[in-house]
């Protein structure tokens, strides 16, 4: 890589990413690959849906792949920056696995940013319930008549007060 740019934010987001992971008791991240690290995989384990058959149950784990382009800085397509690796039964209008879209990202959306940002789709705090902008049109119906069940997990990624990660106390 020759993008002293580039190189500097991903060693950031690889410095706060860690802080928040350390801080947290709902987030896992692991770095794949060397310095300057490009890609992740992140274990959310707030609460959230998955839907059995036409049973929709609470669920408290799931794996996001992350990924950076060498183009990041100047465009971003997030379903090239996110995966949903896990479960393949997750249950959300943003969410047609293994596409997962975390709402807007603009060039540069920092890595905790990304994980706040999934952390609030996942556990039902972030909805959208309009079929024309969804991934998942069945469970955008479901989410209008199901208001009552959400949020799922109403928990912060960051409960440690002075976590210095992009947090909450």
Known sequence: MNDAILESFLGRQLAEGMALAAASDL????PLGPEPVQRYVARLRCRGLVRLG???TAHDCFDLGIRFPSDYLRRVNPLE????LGP???????CRPPGFCPGHLAPGTTLVEILHQCAEILSW?????K?????NPAACAWARANRDRFPVDDRPLCRRAGSGAGGQP
């Open 88 to 94: 393949s039964e997750t249950w959300h209008p943003n």
């Open 81 to 84: 920056v996110l995966t949903l």
């Open 131 to 135: 079929e024309d902008d969804c991934m």
């Open 125 to 129: 705090r972030k909805v959208t319930m």
């Open 27 to 30: 987030v896992e991240l692991h």
């Open 54 to 56: 036409e049973r929709v």
